[in-house]
């Protein structure tokens, strides 16, 4: 099975986590905030990946100048992630 397939299929249960977590509102709000970001992450860089494979003929990875941004994204929610369970740890 191709990778694409299988980076398309994992957004399945992603969403599914993100549906669940949500609802059960025990996640805080920030992590919470920072699981959402991810998704954005995901939908910039998809395009992005499409962008430096058919008009740059390389991979994003091989392309400094969007790879860096792009990975920042993900950089920053996972720093909302950590600050978002820092602050419930600091809350009890």
Known sequence: M???SL???SLFPYLGFLYFITRSGKM???ALYGFYFTLVFVFVTIPVGLY????LDQS???V???HGPAESLLTLANILVVLGF???LDDL
């Open 86 to 88: 820092k602050q419930a």
């Open 52 to 55: 430096c494979k058919v008009v």
């Open 2 to 4: 191709p990778a694409e």
């Open 64 to 66: 400094d100048w969007l």
């Open 7 to 9: 980076f398309a299929l």
């Open 28 to 30: 805080p709000r920030l």
């Open 60 to 62: 994003l990875s091989n």
